[in-house]
């Protein structure tokens, strides 16, 4: 990871903000790299990674690392954080009061990432950007909100727990593959500048 990932981790590591860090192992930060310019975010640290303070390292992470394969990439080309960077007691949901204290974090992350792409998994992931929407609705149809570019998918334990649901995670990471090579010479674009990448609409999706 670079420096600036290395301090941000640091910083995660020690926050105190919500009550979720009580009971922990240890916070999971996020991992990965910036080279592919796709960030994805989960939902919550489970036991495994809780254990290895690393993101999606047990059955889920399997399922995202096979779809990653799949489109030429690995964990180490990407970045992947979750909503909430301490285990919630149980595996229970997270609360509106974590994920709020915990959103400083992504900020960070979209700063210093500055990612093509925003892969939400999951509907804790999706609510960041689309308070409201259905996954099922709109999975795989990317949109701009606020600047960022937001590709929404199911999230691998959705899979896992319905498998008719692989079919879609897959026929997703497809579409973000073909998105990622058509935007391949577009600048990158938290805040979108001069020259917006043609990519991601506004309110329109790139393949509809
Ligand atoms: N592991 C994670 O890190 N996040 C999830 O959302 C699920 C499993």
């Given amino acids: 990871m670079s420096d600036a990932l290395t301090a941000l981790a640091a910083e995660i590591n020690a926050c105190t903000a919500c009550p979720l860090h009580r009971g922990t192992t240890q916070a999971v930060p996020g991992e990965g790299s910036a080279e ?3 960030l994805f975010l989960g939902e919550a640290p489970g036991a495994n990674e809780d254990l290895q ?4 390292v047990g059955a889920s992470g399997n399922l995202l690392d096979e779809m990653l394969r799949e489109i030429g990439l690995d964990r180490t080309k990407v970045f992947i954080t979750n909503v909430v960077r301490h285990r919630p007691p149980a595996n229970r949901d997270p609360l509106p009061d974590e994920i709020a204290a915990c959103d400083v974090w992504f900020r960070r992350h979209l700063e210093a990432l500055q990612p093509k792409v925003v892969v939400t998994l999951g509907r804790y992931a999706l609510g960041k950007f689309f308070p ?5 609705r709109i999975h795989g149809k990317p949109r701009r909100v606020n600047g960022v570019p937001v590709f929404p998918m199911y999230h691998p334990a959705a899979a896992l727990r319905q498998p008719s649901l692989r079919a879609d995670i897959r026929a997703d990471f497809q579409s973000l593959a073909r998105m990622l090579a058509s935007a391949e010479a577009a600048p990158r674009a938290v805040a979108p500048a001069a020259g917006e990448p043609r990519h991601v609409a506004e309110q329109g999706t790139l393949f509809g």
């Fill in 36 to 38: 592919s310019g796709i």
């Fill in 132 to 136: 409201g929407e259905s996954i099922s």
């Fill in 53 to 56: 303070g690393r993101p999606f």
